[in-house]
């Protein structure tokens, strides 16, 4: 298995711009989960999805940023306008569901300049 | 709510000698722990992780957590260190029963020298 896939690896925008990350959750598991790292708030749930269904989105930060997940191969994580302070490492992960361990992408590294 | 405290930011050992890191946990339930480790510019991958099964927990790599009720911790050890477990070590706890939230503690960074 090729584990939790995300893209871009790395990403540097200009303040204001639209910017997307994606992730391909791991086949045949029905959780998925977006985090941020940064080293003032350390890893925070920013959402998680059950059977493509949005369960808990209290840790967005703010209607600038989204989430969706069309179908159960595909998440997006989208901020617009992008800002200074979203840059960050973000982390998709997946699980089978709930009680399973959750499997973690090798993140997306943002900065907005 | 739940919390996890790592007490220590940075752990310093040398090669072949043990590993100590602590973690406090706070929680209204009866908790699900882990230990998450974070290798540079890589993803997290689970060490282990306690359910209310057996207190001594074993995982991966030599590794291993003991669930003290009546201390709230769930330190992480390992007899004898490894260049390759220089790492960030992080303490997790579930949000809730059926752990789908969890809960990270700050991190600590485990230094290991020839």
């Known amino acids: 298995d090729a584990g939790v896939i995300q893209s871009p690896r790395h990403e540097v925008t200009e303040m204001g711009q639209e910017v997307t990350l994606r992730c391909k959750p791991i086949?045949?598991?029905?959780?998925l989960f977006w985090y941020r790292q940064t080293m003032m708030r350390g890893l925070e749930l920013l959402i998680y999805?059950?059977?493509?269904?949005?369960?808990?989105d209290s840790g967005m930060p703010e209607d600038r940023f989204s989430a969706k997940m069309p179908n159960a191969s595909f998440s997006t994580l989208k901020i617009q306008p992008s800002e200074p302070r979203d840059s960050a490492v973000y982390f998709c992960?997946?699980?089978?569901?709930?009680?399973?361990?959750?499997?973690f992408g090798p993140g997306t590294r943002l900065t907005v300049l | 709510a739940q919390s996890v405290t790592q007490l220590d930011s940075h752990v310093s050992v040398s090669e072949g000698t043990p590993v100590l890191l602590r973690c406090n946990y706070s929680?209204?339930?009866?908790?699900?722990l882990f230990w998450y480790v974070q290798h540079p510019n890589k993803g997290l991958q689970l060490l282990l992780k306690?359910?209310?099964?057996?207190?001594l927990v074993k995982g991966i790599n030599g590794f291993e957590a003991e669930f003290k009720k009546s201390e709230t911790s769930f330190h992480l050890t390992k007899p004898s260190a490894h260049m390759s477990d220089a790492a960030e070590y992080f303490c997790?706890?579930?949000?809730?029963?059926?752990?789908?939230?969890?809960?990270f503690g700050t991190g600590t960074r485990l230094l290991v020298s020839p």
């Open positions: 086949s045949g598991h029905n959780s």
């Open positions: 306690y359910t209310s099964a057996a207190t």
């Open positions: 929680s209204s339930y009866s908790p699900s």
């Open positions: 997790v706890v579930s949000d809730r029963p059926g752990f789908q939230k969890l809960v």
């Open positions: 999805f059950n059977n493509n269904v949005p369960i808990d």
């Open positions: 992960a997946s699980n089978p569901g709930p009680g399973d361990e959750q499997f």
